[in-house]
């Protein structure tokens, strides 16, 4: 029962990641959606380097280290487009996403061997999912920065493919799912 609940404890952790943000979507100006996309991507480097750390299985480990790579390049274009809008990402009034994410974080690291393995995957389907979702509905609507909304455009098929990628490993391991 204790690794039930803390189970569907990291998936609402890795959907609340946005939650809170994605709550005040009225007034989301350009700075505090790429804010948001910033620490997306930051969330999702620090949890695959805790991956790659931590796994002994190769399909999981080959995930952390696409998850990591990609989510790199993408956090730097966002800030080279940021750079050119001249905009210091301004995260919303009340943003927990980060305390959120480090507890997230403390909780797989007690994890070891496929323990961890299926909690990560059950974390990484939770927080692309979460992501995907926050994109469609509520951020691209509300960007104005037509370079910042072609490149969210742009990598939103790479979230989608993180996620394809970690179901499919998942499965694989036998590893039931969430999302």
Known sequence: MNRIRR????????????????????????????????????ADIASGRLAWAKSRNPEVRRLAKMVITDHTAV????????????ALGTPPAGDASWSQMAQTLERLDKLEGAEFDA?????????????????DTVLLPAIEDARFKGLVRKVLPGFQHHLNETRAVAEKLGVTQIH
């Open 7 to 42: 189970v569907l404890s990291l998936a609402a952790l890795a959907t609340g990641i946005l939650s809170a943000p994605l709550a005040q979507a009225s007034n989301l100006s350009d700075a505090t959606i790429y804010a948001i996309f910033d620490q997306a991507n930051m």
């Open 75 to 86: 956090q730097q274009m966002g800030r080279d487009i940021a750079k050119q809008m001249n």
């Open 119 to 135: 909690a990560y995957l059950r974390h990484e389907i939770g927080f692309h999912a979460a992501v995907i979702n926050a994109i």
